[in-house]
């Protein structure tokens, strides 16, 4: 395993010392690629993840490594201190023996009545009523629950994400390993028929969103990041949202338990 590609995030800290990182690890045996990575090196914090997810296509062959240069580092758990414990273990660790972690993806169908488009994310997608306005929405699982509901916001996360977004709405955080995905509203509109639906989060298997009124004011986020590029939201009809058959392989190298990890993130060791 000696190709790597970088990613990194832009600002100042990071960017001093990227070429120094680079040049160890070409040092040390390793070969800097632009594609068909054996894994790829993310420097930042847990944003410059989700971004290098993206980047190289949720590729589930390749092990994300990610040395933390931001605060809080739930997704990139090696510190920039440990840059040259890192190199050894990765240059004298066999590839099958590496501690690694998989992290669920959530996988999006959209449809627009004619043609469908599938995106990826590993933390939540969220639709949003341009200036907190309202969207009418189905929401439908496959246990047979249905329910039509009028809202500003609704988040659906991965296990992954009910750490972040998800938990600012009340959510659970839950085991990332388990194939389940949160469902929340914010800022919904109330009636005597939803106020009791709408006051807790669903954690369900899979989702199946129509959409009924969109009032010209849909927007659509994937792990914070707009779609507009490869979807075009004012035509879009329905989206199926499930737990993938993707996941990340991301080096653990702390060999931390998550929940562990979450817990000294949060309130300290």
Same mark, same amino acid.
């Given at each position: 395993?000696?190709?790597?590609?970088?990613?990194?995030?832009?600002?100042?800290?990071?960017?001093?010392?990227?070429?120094?990182?680079?040049?160890?690890?070409?040092?040390?045996?390793?070969?800097?690629?632009?594609?068909?990575? !054996?894994?790829?090196?993310?420097?930042?914090?847990?944003?410059?993840?989700?971004?290098?997810?993206?980047?190289?296509?949720?590729?589930?062959?390749?092990?994300?490594?990610? /040395? #933390?240069? @931001? %605060?809080?580092?739930?997704?990139?758990?090696?510190?920039?201190? =440990?840059?040259?414990?890192? $190199?050894?273990?990765?240059?004298?660790?066999?590839?099958?023996?590496?501690?690694?972690?998989?992290? #669920?993806?959530?996988?999006?169908?959209?449809?627009? @009545?004619?043609?469908?488009?599938?995106?990826?994310?590993?933390?939540?997608?969220?639709?949003?009523?341009?200036?907190?306005?309202?969207?009418?929405?189905?929401?439908?699982?496959?246990?047979?629950?249905? =329910?039509?509901?009028?809202?500003?916001?609704?988040?659906?996360?991965?296990?992954? @994400?009910?750490?972040?977004?998800?938990?600012?709405?009340?959510?659970? /955080?839950?085991?990332?390993?388990?194939?389940?995905?949160?469902?929340?509203?914010?800022?919904? /509109? =109330?009636?005597?028929?939803?106020? %009791?639906? $709408?006051? %807790?989060?669903?954690?369900?298997? #899979?989702?199946?969103?129509?959409?009924?009124?969109?009032?010209?004011?849909?927007?659509?986020?994937?792990?914070?990041?707009?779609?507009? !590029?490869?979807?075009?939201?004012? #035509?879009?009809?329905?989206?199926?949202?499930?737990?993938? %058959?993707?996941? /990340?392989?991301?080096?653990?190298?702390?060999?931390?338990?998550?929940?562990?990890?979450?817990?000294?993130?949060?309130?300290?060791?």
């Amino acid at each position: 395993m000696k190709k790597f590609i970088v990613i990194n995030n832009d600002y100042e800290r990071t960017r001093k010392v990227v070429d120094y990182i680079i040049f160890q690890f070409e040092k040390a045996g390793f070969e800097k690629v632009n594609e068909n990575p !054996d894994f790829v090196l993310i420097l930042g914090g847990d944003g410059t993840f989700l971004d290098a997810c993206k980047a190289v296509n949720y590729d589930s062959k390749i092990l994300y490594v990610g /040395i #933390n240069f @931001g %605060n809080l580092g739930y997704l990139l758990d090696i510190s920039n201190t =440990q840059i040259e414990e890192l $190199i050894e273990y990765l240059s004298k660790t066999p590839e099958d023996e590496l501690k690694v972690e998989y992290i #669920n993806l959530l996988e999006a169908t959209f449809y627009d @009545g004619k043609n469908s488009k599938v995106l990826y994310a590993t933390n939540e997608i969220m639709l949003l009523g341009k200036r907190l306005s309202r969207i009418d929405l189905q929401i439908s699982t496959d246990n047979g629950f249905s =329910q039509k509901v009028s809202t500003s916001n609704l988040i659906v996360s991965t296990s992954t @994400g009910s750490t972040g977004i998800n938990k600012s709405n009340g959510g659970p /955080i839950m085991l990332f390993e388990y194939p389940i995905l949160i469902a929340s509203l914010n800022l919904a /509109i =109330q009636n005597s028929r939803t106020q %009791n639906f $709408i006051s %807790n989060p669903l954690i369900y298997s #899979n989702f199946y969103i129509e959409i009924l009124n969109r009032y010209n004011n849909l927007e659509i986020s994937m792990d914070n990041k707009g779609i507009e !590029d490869v979807i075009d939201v004012t #035509n879009l009809k329905s989206i199926n949202l499930k737990v993938s %058959n993707k996941k /990340i392989k991301k080096l653990n190298f702390s060999s931390q338990e998550r929940g562990a990890k979450i817990k000294e993130k949060m309130i300290g060791k």
